[in-house]
């Protein structure tokens, strides 16, 4: 198998569904298909059982693959990283994942790291949108931005990064778009959608299962992208509370922004894996507190 033939492989043994394998890749379901069907017939057995449509299952000697190629696989990639690493006269890297969108406004603190640690490569990246918590266990990322709370006992919980208000993304044409502000309470009128497998006290932080009185604020579909998530906002078919933020980085003609005073700010801070934790990773913590919120 080839290097990019081996990741197909083994993400989908992670994911154990071709569409979030496929987005993770960033090839097509189709494409993910054709090279698990060409490791298949190379090898003389099925690796995945596809008989429940809805999540497949690795097979005993897809286990047995996964189990040997995965190890493999991480000293190569680790091997040719440091490799471009040097090449670059870098000697070492920190990866940062973002749950917000607000990259340009925390450009002080990634500025401040790199001028302070020129021999380490900083890379801030979008966090994956699916299970960005298990991501950062097996370590695509170094350091996470998300929202609190995280009550995770392997997690470290680091400097908060700033406060948003919330804002509620409705289409231009939704009966709530003309409103200058919308109340908590309201948002049990409406359906929603949030993305698969989060713990439900993260997902209660983000958008509360329940309204202050008690009311049930449903949840009709999961969704896997914020591309996904922004375009069932825009057919009217779920309405979705933001941080304020998005209002800066997101102009859409068709989409109102509309504040929800009474849901309060929501934090975002840094986290890592109490196992992953080096003096890099709480180098960057330190440039976080020293600089303090950004002036956005």
Do not use: K
């Amino acid at each position: 198998m080839e290097m990019r033939e081996i990741e197909v492989f083994l993400t989908l043994a992670e994911e154990l569904h071709f569409g979030r394998a496929a987005a993770r890749l960033h090839l097509t379901q189709a494409r993910v298909s054709q090279v698990i069907s060409r490791q298949e017939r190379q090898l003389g057995g099925l690796l995945f059982d596809r008989s429940n449509r809805r999540r497949i299952r690795l097979t005993a000697l897809g286990g047995q693959l996964r189990a040997d190629l995965g190890p493999v696989h991480a000293q190569l990639r680790d091997s040719l990283e440091r490799a471009r690493l040097a090449a670059r006269g870098r000697t070492a890297r920190l990866r940062v994942g973002m749950m917000p969108f607000n990259v340009p406004d925390l450009q002080c603190y990634w500025e401040a790291f790199r001028s302070r640690h020129p021999e380490c490569e900083l890379q801030v990246r979008r966090a994956p949108y699916v299970e960005p918590l298990a991501r950062l266990r097996d370590g695509d990322m170094d350091v996470f931005v998300t929202w609190l709370p995280v009550d995770e006992p392997d997690v470290t919980i680091g400097p908060v990064l700033f406060h948003d208000p919330r804002v509620l993304a409705v289409a231009a044409d939704h009966e709530l778009a003309g409103h200058d502000a919308v109340p908590h309470e309201a948002l049990a009128d409406f359906a929603h959608a949030m993305p698969p497998a989060m713990p439900d006290y993260w997902e209660d932080g983000y958008l509360g299962f329940y309204t202050p009185r008690g009311r049930t604020i449903e949840r009709i579909e999961e969704v896997t992208s914020a591309d996904e998530l922004i375009h069932l906002v825009t057919t009217g078919e779920i309405v979705h509370p933001f941080p304020s933020h998005v209002t800066r980085y997101w102009s859409m003609s068709h989409v109102r922004f509309l504040p929800i005073p009474e849901m309060g700010t929501i934090p975002y801070a840094l986290v890592w894996r109490r196992d992953g934790e080096s003096e890099l990773v709480r180098a960057l913590a330190r440039t976080v507190r020293e600089i303090g919120a950004p002036h956005v």
